[in-house]
């Protein structure tokens, strides 16, 4: 069974940075895609940012885009998600998952993915 479990998440103020940390169990962590997706209170969940399994391809949503940088550390079984110039409308919980499918370019379709963590509060005060 897989287990994804994030950390990194906390309070801070706006223009700050936070680093989410999500690391797998499991074997065969490096064949696969990795995602970050977030829910606000009152929203639907949305996709942040994927990492393609070799590294090589990465994806981002428009609101995050050259602020936010997701990586992953294979030798580690972890993703990781820098967050910098943090806003307001960036506070949600925010939840690491991994591809259904082996050697998965990435995707920003949360039906693609097939594990899930239990998610890290991010909040950022104004």
């Known amino acids: 069974q897989v287990q994804m479990v994030e950390s990194g998440g906390g309070l801070v103020q706006a223009g700050d940075s936070l680093r989410l940390s999500c690391t797998a169990s499991?074997?065969?962590?490096?064949?696969?895609?990795m995602g970050w997706f977030r829910q606000a209170p009152g929203k639907e969940r949305e996709f942040v940012a994927a990492?393609?399994?070799?590294?090589?391809?990465?994806y981002y949503a428009d609101s995050v885009k050259g602020r936010f940088t997701i990586s992953r550390d294979n030798a580690k079984n972890t993703v990781l998600l820098q967050m910098n110039s943090l806003k307001p409308e960036d506070t949600a919980v925010y939840y690491c998952?991994?591809?259904?499918?082996?050697?998965?370019?990435?995707?920003?379709?949360?039906?693609?993915?097939?594990?899930w963590g239990q998610g890290t509060q991010v909040t950022v005060s104004s």
């Open positions: 499991g074997r065969s962590f490096s064949s696969y895609g």
């Open positions: 998952a991994r591809s259904r499918d082996s050697y998965y370019s990435g995707s920003s379709e949360a039906r693609e993915y097939g594990y």
């Open positions: 990492i393609s399994w070799s590294g090589g391809s990465t």
